[in-house]
């Protein structure tokens, strides 16, 4: 899977979060300055060329919906995020957020039920 740009991963947002969307739908949730609505367009036409995006023709218009999930993406990102900066260490990466991160004990709590469900499984 391709990595996406700024605005890319931006509107890939957006239409994760509509689930179906149109150009205009998509301009209104984008941050600001909104960018102008041919550059959106020529965006999400690259989105679809890379198969993150389909198109759907309803009227003279398009409704473009994800083909990639958020869920999916984000795995791919995280793997990529995991090898790149902590030698493809789950350990060196999760510590190096503990200590950052400035978790609250509810935050390392939860932390650690998740690892000890994981143990159990």
């Keep these: 899977m391709l990595k996406l740009g700024k605005r890319e991963e931006q509107i890939m947002q957006v239409v ?24 959106v367009a ?3 036409k690259i989105l679809a060329d890379k198969g993150f995006l389909i198109a759907e023709k309803l009227g003279n218009t398009y409704r473009y919906s994800p083909v990639v999930t958020l869920a999916e993406y ?33 935050e390392l709590d939860e932390l650690i039920q998740v690892i000890k469900s994981q143990k159990s499984s």
Excluded: C
């Excluded at 994760?16 to 550059?39: G, M, T, V």
């Excluded at 090898?83 to 190096?96: A, D, V």
């Design 74 to 106: 984000r795995q791919q990102d995280v793997a990529t995020i995991k090898q790149k900066y902590f030698g493809n260490s789950l350990t060196k990466m999760i510590t190096h957020f503990a200590k950052e991160e400035n978790l609250s004990d509810q």
């Design 42 to 44: 020529t965006m999400v």
């Design 16 to 39: 994760w979060q509509l689930q179906h969307a149109f150009i205009k739908d998509i301009i209104e949730l984008l941050p600001a300055p909104q960018p102008h609505y041919n550059s």
